[in-house]
């Protein structure tokens, strides 16, 4: 099915034609934190935009207008479902009527802390059953260099069809920052590299008409490794602090202070906080997936390991440092009541995924403590086989021996929690200001 030089010329310039025009119709394949706001943000650039996912109930909500992702306004759907822009379907088929396809399915890691291509590449086998000449396929999922052209590549350059040529393939990573109301998929720069040159201007000319800037670059591994760069800088300086933060709690230090005064220095210094430990699946994450590259090339990648053994044992930390508060005002951890303010693994949203309060929660229990919490975005969670609810602050806060702030949510009100808990240890200094024997900091 190769196309000629003169073929291929033209199904460049008709796709091309269809992207400036946005006739262009837009395929989104996985329809979570991130395939979402982004069939959103090309639905609303006037495109006419096919999310597929395997999940029913998503497809279900999508289609009566209904959103299930925090950025995304329920209104700004259901304003597109009716405009006919935006449609949801469980139905690969769909692509065969498409001429753009995004890739934003999840790649998690196994146990053994490898990565886990599975999503990836049950969905292109998928595409690859519908995927035709004159089409632009866009990875966006975060993965390891080489990913795109090692594996999503042969699986769509079927019947002989040759990528810059017959069909267009680019990896763009995404870069989203949920309950970031600043920054969201339109105004956050989006790299995109493509298999060959004009992959990539094909891609940076599909992004242009949706998102404010695009930043082409080389290839698809450098698209990758951008990625995995931003993510690694940012879990290697958590463990640094978080490593700092350990060290100043034995010399009596408070790390806050430090922190604070360093920033003033007003260049070569950009401050990072320490906390109960990484959550999310991105920065717990994504920098093993580089680890596990470079191991194939013989390389260790030594600061990778070293942060996520630091940022793994915070919630050990954080643990002894209860237990500790608890010691000194003469109670043992076992049969104490601790009440956790936050669940989720970062502030103001509701996602508890690889969240540290989940292992602290953990800890504690096995520690034979009787758990709480409240988190104003997190109706319940389960422990151990337990169902948790989230419960009203002021009763879960004045019943406990022990009240520990694990996510630091805006909208809870910590001068309530304190004036409630009799004893409350703070792991990210959310009670700034606030001075009192009850508090314990980080
Ligand atoms: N959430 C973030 O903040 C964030 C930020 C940047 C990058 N990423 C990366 O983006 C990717 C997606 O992350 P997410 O947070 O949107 O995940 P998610 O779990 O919220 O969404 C993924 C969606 O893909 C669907 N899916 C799974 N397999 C599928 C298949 N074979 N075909 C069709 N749909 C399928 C799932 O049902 C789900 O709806 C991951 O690689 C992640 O690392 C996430």
Not at 158 to 176: K, N, T, V, W, Y
Not at 229 to 249: H, K, P, Q, S, Y
Not at 344 to 350: C, E, F, G, N
Not at 386 to 397: Q, R, W
Request: aromatic residues 8%; charged residues 20%; hydrophobic residues 45%.
């Amino acid at each position: 099915m190769q196309s000629t030089s003169a073929e291929s010329t033209q199904l460049t310039f008709t796709l091309a034609a269809k992207i400036v025009d946005r006739t262009a119709r837009v395929g989104i394949v996985g329809l979570g934190y991130v395939g979402l706001p982004l069939a959103v943000e090309f639905a609303k650039a006037g495109f006419s935009v096919t999310g597929i996912d395997l999940v029913e109930s998503k497809i279900a909500r999508i289609n009566a207008g209904d959103s299930y992702v925090q950025d995304v306004a329920g209104a700004e759907v259901s304003a597109l479902v009716e405009a006919g822009k935006l449609h949801a379907t469980t139905d690969f088929g769909a692509i065969a009527d498409l001429d753009t396809i995004n890739i934003c399915v999840p790649t998690p890691l196994r146990k053994t802390k490898d990565p886990d291509m599975s999503y990836i590449v049950s969905a292109c086998q998928e595409i690859a059953k519908f995927f035709h000449p004159g089409m632009l396929a866009i990875l966006e999922s975060t993965t390891y260099p080489g990913t795109t052209d090692e594996v999503v590549l042969p699986m769509l350059s079927h019947s002989g069809m040759q990528a810059g040529r017959d069909f267009f393939l680019c990896f763009s990573p995404e870069r989203i920052d949920p309950g970031n109301p600043r920054f969201q998929t339109r105004n956050i720069p989006k790299v995109v590299g493509g298999v060959t040159p004009a992959c990539t201007e094909m891609g940076a000319l599909f992004y242009a008409q949706a998102l404010e800037k695009v930043v082409p670059v080389s290839n698809t591994q450098v698209a990758e490794m951008v990625k995995l760069l931003e993510n690694t800088f940012r879990m290697i300086n958590i463990g640094l602090v978080n490593e700092l933060a350990v060290m100043c709690d034995r010399m009596g230090i408070n790390i806050w202070e430090v922190i604070d005064a360093a920033a003033t220095k007003p260049f070569g210094f950009m401050p990072f906080y320490p906390g109960p430990g990484l959550g999310g699946h991105c920065i717990p994450i994504d920098p093993f997936y580089l680890s596990w590259k470079t191991r194939q090339a013989g390389i260790e990648a030594r600061f990778i390991e070293l942060a996520g053994y630091i940022n793994s044992h915070m919630p050990h930390f954080v643990v002894e440092k209860i237990q500790n508060a608890l010691n000194d005002r003469g109670r043992a951890i076992k049969g104490a009541r601790i009440h956790i303010l936050g669940v989720a693994y970062k502030r103001d949203i509701d996602d508890v995924r690889e969240s540290p309060a989940l292992d602290i929660l953990h800890l504690l229990k096995n520690r034979g403590a009787i758990i709480s919490f409240t988190d104003p975005y997190v109706r319940s969670i389960r422990i151990a086989g337990e169902d948790l609810f989230s419960t009203d602050l002021c009763v879960g806060a004045s019943a406990a021996d022990c009240v520990a702030i694990i996510t630091d949510h805006t909208t809870i009100n910590y001068q309530t929690a304190l004036q409630e808990a009799s004893l409350i240890v703070d792991t990210r200094n959310a009670l700034r200001g606030f001075e009192s024997h009850k508090i314990v900091r980080l």
